[in-house]
C-alpha cells in the first residue's frame, strides 16, 4: 500500500496534497479498494520523512469528504471507492512568486477534489522546462497546463510544445504563444494593451510630469509586449520616456515617473527615492506591477497596474472542469494612490 503512495520532492504541490491526491488516483484506478486498509501516519512520516501534521493533514481532509474512516486502535478505512475524479493535471510555472501563488491556489481550490495536480516550476530556465515536459511523458495526464516565460532561450519554444504535447489536452495560461491561437485553450495578458491602457488611464497624472522610464533589465524573462505598449503609449502622448536596465546605476531624477516590473527593483527604487530627499507624488512618481498588500500601505501607497491573478487561475480551473475550449483575455486593473 506503501508504494502507492508518491511524495515528488520537486514537485511544488504541498505535500499533504501529494497524498490525497496519490490516495484518490489509487482509488479511482482500482489500486484501493473499498474496506481497504490505509497506511498509518506512523508509517508515512517514516517512509518519507514527513511531519506527523502533513499526515493529519491529508487523511482529516479525506475524512471531511467522506472518502475515509477511521477506527480506533485499527487505522484509516476507504469507504467510498466511486470518485469522479475528472482531470490529472501536469501544471508548470515559471516561478513561485507570490502573485503565481495566488494563481496556484485559485486553480487547486476551484477544481477540489475533481482533480490531481503535480505542480512544478522551471525558474524561467528553458532547458528546465523542456526537461520536465518530456519527464511527464512516464505519467498519462488529462491536461497540461503550462506558463511560457524565459529569460534566455525558447526560440523554438512554439514547435517543441506542439511536438511534446497532445494539443488537445494543452492550456496556456498568462502569455499567449503565437502560432496556437484557436488551436489550444489560453488564459492569457494581453501584455502589450494592458500597460497601453493603463497608462492612457492614468494619463491625468502623469501629465505632471516630464519623464517617464521603465525600469526593464536587459536579461529578463518579461514580455517584450510590455516595452512595446509603453513605447506605443509614450509616443502617441508625447512624453520624454526611455528604458533603465540597472536601477542601482541609475540617478533619480526629478520630474520623472519610474515603473518597476519586479519587486527587487522596487527595494532599489524606494531606497534611491529616500537618499534623493525628492517627494514622492510631487517630484518623483512611482507605478508598480503587480498587487501587494505591502503596497497599499508603503509610502502612504504606491499605484499599483495589475492582472487578475485569481481570475486567471480559477478560469483555468473552469474550463478544465467544464471541458471547455476558451481563449480568454484576463482583466486587467488600475489602482491609483498617492505615489503618482
Do not use: W
Request: aromatic share 10%; proline share 3%.
Amino acid at each position: 500500500m506503501l508504494k502507492l503512495i508518491v511524495i515528488k520532492e520537486e514537485s511544488k504541490v504541498p505535500k499533504y496534497k501529494q497524498i490525497i491526491d496519490s490516495i484518490l488516483s489509487a482509488i479511482e484506478n482500482g489500486k484501493i479498494k473499498l474496506d481497504d486498509r490505509l497506511p498509518s501516519v506512523n508509517d508515512l512520516l517514516i517512509e518519507f520523512d514527513i511531519s506527523r501534521d502533513t499526515v493529519v493533514k491529508a487523511y482529516n481532509h479525506l475524512k471531511k469528504n467522506k472518502i475515509i474512516d477511521s477506527i480506533p486502535g485499527k487505522g484509516f478505512y476507504v469507504i467510498k471507492d466511486q470518485l469522479a475524479i475528472k482531470a490529472k493535471v501536469f501544471l508548470l510555472f515559471n516561478k513561485l512568486s507570490p502573485h503565481k501563488k495566488i494563481i496556484y491556489d485559485s486553480f487547486a481550490t476551484t477544481l477540489g477534489d475533481n482533480a490531481t495536480v503535480d505542480f512544478f516550476i522551471y525558474e524561467n530556465n528553458y532547458r528546465h522546462f523542456k526537461d520536465l515536459i518530456m519527464e511527464s511523458k512516464k505519467r498519462v495526464y488529462t491536461h497540461y497546463v503550462i506558463i511560457c516565460h524565459f529569460e534566455e532561450g525558447g526560440d523554438d519554444v512554439l514547435n517543441f510544445v506542439k511536438k511534446e504535447i497532445p494539443l488537445e489536452k494543452l492550456i496556456v495560461l498568462d502569455k499567449k504563444l503565437d502560432g496556437l491561437a484557436g488551436k489550444v485553450s489560453s488564459v492569457y495578458q494581453d501584455f502589450e494593451n494592458d500597460i497601453y491602457s493603463a497608462l492612457v488611464q492614468l494619463n491625468s497624472k502623469l501629465k505632471k510630469y516630464n519623464h517617464i522610464k521603465l525600469l526593464l533589465r536587459k536579461k529578463t524573462y518579461h514580455p517584450v509586449e510590455i516595452k512595446n505598449g509603453f513605447f506605443k503609449f509614450c509616443g502617441q502622448f508625447a512624453y520624454d520616456f526611455g528604458i533603465i536596465e540597472e536601477i542601482e546605476n541609475s540617478k533619480i531624477d526629478k520630474g520623472t515617473v519610474y515603473i518597476n516590473l519586479k519587486e527587487s527593483d522596487l527595494v532599489v527604487l524606494i531606497k534611491k527615492i529616500k537618499e534623493s530627499k525628492l517627494s514622492l507624488g510631487k517630484d518623483i512618481g512611482i507605478i508598480s506591477y503587480n498587487e501587494t498588500p505591502l503596497k497599499e500601505v508603503l509610502l502612504d501607497g504606491i499605484t499599483v497596474i495589475s492582472t487578475d491573478f485569481e481570475n486567471l487561475g480559477r478560469k483555468a480551473a473552469e474550463i478544465i472542469l467544464n471541458n471547455q475550449f476558451l481563449h480568454i483575455d484576463n482583466p486587467f486593473h488600475v489602482i491609483p494612490r498617492n505615489s503618482l
